[in-house]
């Protein structure tokens, strides 16, 4: 059975389908999660909406890797203070070893 994990959240739904299109690229499969808001908050600026990107477990170190590159190239980035990753300014946690910098 597969299992959908969170990998990022997208500050707003034009990168979310951005970073989507990156990762289908490279053959990684990706669902939305909030862009069913899009809708019903259609009056609200778009900054406003946040729209979670999942992928499969066993996609989750490539996906990262991917996004990674994405946020590299769009600056703001934090190292993990457990492994040293470089991790994107979205992520919540270590992509590589789950670390959860906020969790002391
Ligand atoms: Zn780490």
Same mark, same amino acid.
């Given at each position: 059975?597969?299992?959908?994990?969170? @990998?990022?959240?997208?500050? *707003?739904? /034009?990168?979310?389908?951005?970073?989507?299109?990156? /990762?289908?690229?490279?053959?990684?499969?990706?669902? /939305?999660? #909030?862009? #069913? @808001?899009?809708?019903? /908050? #259609? !009056?609200?600026?778009?900054?406003? @909406? %946040?729209?979670?990107?999942?992928? &499969? !477990?066993?996609?989750?170190?490539?996906?990262?890797?991917?996004? !990674?590159?994405? %946020? %590299?190239? %769009?600056?703001?980035?934090? @190292?993990? #203070?457990? &492994?040293?990753?470089?991790?994107?300014?979205?992520?919540?946690?270590?992509?590589?070893? *789950?670390?959860?910098? *906020?969790? *002391?």
């Amino acid at each position: 059975m597969e299992q959908w994990i969170n @990998l990022y959240r997208a500050s *707003h739904s /034009l990168e979310a389908y951005a970073l989507k299109g990156a /990762l289908e690229v490279e053959g990684v499969r990706v669902r /939305l999660s #909030g862009e #069913g @808001l899009a809708g019903a /908050l #259609g !009056e609200l600026p778009v900054d406003l @909406l %946040q729209v979670t990107l999942l992928v &499969c !477990e066993e996609d989750r170190s490539r996906a990262g890797r991917i996004i !990674e590159r994405y %946020q %590299q190239r %769009q600056g703001n980035g934090w @190292l993990c #203070g457990q &492994c040293g990753e470089e991790n994107g300014a979205n992520f919540d946690i270590c992509w590589r070893c *789950h670390h959860d910098p *906020h969790d *002391h």
